[in-house]
């Protein structure tokens, strides 16, 4: 969608033992928010690179939902496929309403 991102994010985890701790930076274990964060940093940097007329800027937080089971994975994974389907019924699609979308 050229307004948003959906993405299955897997996490691995350690079970129910807690992660080992130390100086280990190399081995360095990242939770969602982490992840997130670094994604939005360095594509908006690449993206205002490359599109100098406008400023791009992600939103300050984003929505979340621990995926349970098989069957719960893809039916999202469908609606990820199928979402950009919807973009001509979009409220922010240009083509729609006159809405310009700065990319």
């Known amino acids: 969608m050229p307004n948003h991102v959906h993405c299955i ?8 033992k807690p992660f080992p701790t130390g100086n280990n930076r190399s081995a360095k274990n990242l939770g969602l928010p982490e992840i997130i964060r670094g ?3 360095f594509s908006s940097r690449r993206i205002n690179e490359i599109a100098t007329e406008h400023s791009f800027r992600w939103q300050k937080s984003y929505y979340e939902r621990v995926v349970r089971d098989e069957n719960e994975l893809h039916l999202i ?3 990820i496929s199928n979402n950009p389907l919807s973009w001509e ?3 922010n699609n240009s083509d729609v309403n006159g809405n310009e979308l700065f990319v």
């Open 9 to 16: 994010i897997h996490i691995v985890g350690n079970g129910l």
């Open 39 to 41: 994604f939005k940093t």
């Open 77 to 79: 994974s469908q609606y």
């Open 89 to 91: 019924l979009d409220k």
